[in-house]
């Protein structure tokens, strides 16, 4: 039996279709969906201004009730798009996304400091920022598995909108999602990868506040665990969370 469509949202540097040889394997109908698009000719934009964007296509193609997978960057825009559209969004599956936070001053302490990792950035090669990028300890397994055609791919990016969207859709201007999908009872279903305790432990913490929050931590896999882990992930889909 197939089950009603999940849209996927890829990460940020991800693709569109990299959830499909996994999903195969399984009793779903996923739709990989290339939210870049929507920002392909802006500038100035935000999380709510892509979701919007996002819920609109969906509804477009006739959807009126759908299932969202977001990963990371992705995963945060799931949770927008249930915000915006909370009739369409009848379930989330969020992989390593974060929540956001309810302090401004920890807030702004967090876009300092990335507006200092962005000067650094700047500085550096597309190539040299993909290097730095993956060897974060968020992707000690993800970079195990990535080729040079995965880099490659990348590179085809344009790396002036790739720093644009680390700034525009940095995780401190976002919305504090915890009390707004607490409010809204969408069923969530989480998973992170127990190498990446920042968000393991993150999902402990929303656990303890939203009770329509189901979570998974997948062992032997990072940040990116439909990659560093794939065979796990099809697994918790399989159990049924």
Same mark, same amino acid.
């Given at each position: 039996?197939?089950?009603?469509?999940?849209?996927?949202?890829?990460?940020f540097l991800g693709d569109?279709?990299?959830?499909?040889?996994?999903?195969?394997?399984?009793?779903?109908?996923?739709?990989?969906?290339n939210w870049m698009r929507?920002?392909?000719?802006?500038?100035?934009?935000?999380?709510?201004?892509?979701?919007?964007?996002?819920?609109?296509?969906?509804?477009?193609?006739?959807?009126?009730?759908?299932?969202?997978?977001?990963?990371?960057?992705?995963?945060?825009?799931?949770?927008?798009?249930?915000?915006?559209?909370?009739?369409?969004v009848k379930v989330l599956?969020?992989?390593?996304?974060?929540?956001?936070?309810?302090?401004?001053?920890?807030?702004?302490?967090?876009?300092?400091?990335?507006?200092?990792?962005?000067?650094?950035?700047?500085?550096?090669?597309?190539?040299?920022?993909?290097?730095?990028?993956?060897?974060?300890?968020?992707?000690?397994?993800?970079?195990?598995?990535?080729?040079?055609?995965?880099? +490659?791919?990348?590179?085809?990016?344009? @790396?002036?909108? !790739?720093?644009?969207?680390?700034? =525009?859709? %940095? #995780? &401190?201007?976002?919305?504090?999602?915890?009390?707004?999908?607490?409010?809204?009872?969408?069923?969530?279903?989480?998973?992170?990868?127990?190498?990446?305790?920042?968000?393991?432990?993150?999902?402990?913490?929303?656990? +303890?506040?939203?009770?329509?929050?189901? @979570?998974?931590? !997948?062992?032997?896999?990072?940040? =990116?665990? %439909? #990659? &560093?882990?794939?065979?796990?992930?099809?697994?918790?889909?399989?159990?049924?969370?």
């Amino acid at each position: 039996m197939i089950l009603s469509p999940i849209f996927f949202l890829h990460g940020f540097l991800g693709d569109f279709n990299e959830l499909d040889s996994l999903f195969k394997q399984l009793p779903y109908n996923v739709i990989g969906l290339n939210w870049m698009r929507f920002v392909d000719t802006k500038t100035m934009y935000n999380l709510a201004d892509i979701a919007k964007d996002i819920c609109a296509y969906i509804r477009v193609l006739g959807y009126s009730s759908v299932m969202v997978y977001g990963y990371s960057m992705g995963g945060r825009l799931a949770m927008q798009c249930a915000c915006e559209d909370p009739d369409l969004v009848k379930v989330l599956y969020l992989e390593s996304a974060h929540f956001g936070y309810d302090n401004d001053i920890q807030k702004n302490k967090l876009y300092q400091e990335f507006i200092s990792r962005m000067k650094m950035f700047n500085n550096l090669s597309f190539e040299q920022f993909l290097g730095d990028w993956y060897n974060q300890d968020l992707f000690k397994l993800t970079k195990k598995y990535l080729c040079s055609s995965d880099i +490659k791919k990348k590179l085809r990016l344009d @790396y002036v909108k !790739v720093r644009e969207l680390m700034t =525009n859709l %940095h #995780v &401190s201007k976002q919305p504090y999602f915890v009390t707004l999908l607490g409010a809204l009872e969408v069923p969530i279903y989480y998973v992170a990868g127990e190498l990446d305790t920042k968000y393991s432990n993150h999902a402990i913490e929303v656990s +303890k506040i939203i009770t329509n929050f189901n @979570y998974t931590i !997948v062992s032997n896999a990072d940040h =990116n665990v %439909h #990659v &560093s882990n794939a065979g796990g992930l099809k697994k918790v889909f399989l159990s049924g969370f």
